[in-house]
Nanobody
Framework: VQLVESGGGLVQPGGSLRLSCAAS????????MSWYRQAPGKERELVAF????????NYADSVKGRFTISRDNAKNTVYLQMNSLKPEDTAVYYC?????WGQGTQVTVSS
């Protein structure tokens, strides 16, 4: 199993980023996928989850209405569209499937 995140970077408050997680080594369409984040000095927290078909999603209260998780099973990729970014969204963002984690991608929201 391999999960590779990309798309992080530095963005101003109010801006947008789209993260991608490319998956390999398993039947992607059979598994729900999650995005987590970890800010400095804080515990890792769940941001969003999507079922294997993409038919159901859920979000942390802190990102509801601003972030959207989606997936493309033909491309073995899960996405996190992040809009209206705030400084408190600054963190390393990780893709997860069960006990498997990606290496993370840094998102920094700052003016």
């Amino acid at each position: 199993v391999q999960l590779v995140e990309s798309g992080g970077g530095l963005v101003q408050p109010g801006g947008s980023l789209r993260l991608s997680c490319a998956a390999s080594g398993f039947t992607f369409s059979s598994y729900g996928m999650s995005w987590y984040r970890q800010a400095p000095g804080k515990e890792r927290e769940l941001v969003a989850f999507i079922t294997n078909s993409g038919g159901s999603t859920n979000y942390a209260d802190s990102v509801k209405g601003r972030f959207t998780i989606s997936r493309d099973n033909a491309k073995n990729t899960v996405y996190l569209q992040m809009n209206s970014l705030k400084p408190e969204d600054t963190a390393v963002y990780y893709c997860r499937r069960g006990s498997y984690w990606g290496q993370g991608t840094q998102v920094t929201v700052s003016s």
